[in-house]
């Protein structure tokens, strides 16, 4: 599994956190930034790392902002990336479970490491159940091509 990594100035501490975490865990990720507390836009790697998804560089993605809130809706405007925001363990796991998220989003200044960390491992290990819920899924699908003009 490859991960792709973004975030703003807001999550940049905790994208430092989430690598070596990740490092830990051997899981292999690619950080599209930024890469520092330089004050950036959130909307320009959330474009960048969600890309990357779509276009199969990576597997999933872990997006932090300060709040998660921001990267999450901007994340969640590229055609195939279901982005959850998540701040516990049980949102994480339903997050994949019935929703298949493919990017995690956290709040860096709302989060602590081992919270977030314990809700990382939780998103990575949890598989997506399908059933039920796939059919939900393709109802999203289903919708974003509507609306997007099948781009």
Not at 2 to 13: E, N, P, R, S, V
Not at 44 to 57: L, N, S
Request: hydrophobic share 40%; charged share 30%.
């Amino acid at each position: 599994m490859k991960i792709a990594l973004a975030c703003d100035h807001g999550g940049f501490h905790l994208k430092e956190v989430i690598k070596s975490f990740l490092e830990e865990l051997s899981i292999e990720y690619v950080d599209y930034g930024t890469y520092s507390e330089e004050s950036v836009d959130y909307p320009d790697f959330a474009y960048r790392a969600a890309k990357a998804i779509v276009e199969g560089e990576a597997d999933r993605g872990i997006f932090i902002c300060g709040t998660g809130i921001g990267i999450s809706i901007a994340a969640n405007k590229v055609k195939g990336i279901r982005a959850a925001l998540c701040y516990n363990v049980y949102a994480a796991e339903m997050s994949r479970r019935h929703n298949d998220a493919n990017v995690l989003c956290l709040g860096g200044r709302v989060l602590g490491s081992e919270l977030a960390k314990r809700i990382v491992k939780a998103w990575l290990e949890t598989p997506f159940e399908g059933g039920r819920h796939k059919r939900r899924i393709d109802k999203i699908s289903k919708i974003e091509n509507d609306e997007c003009g099948g781009r």
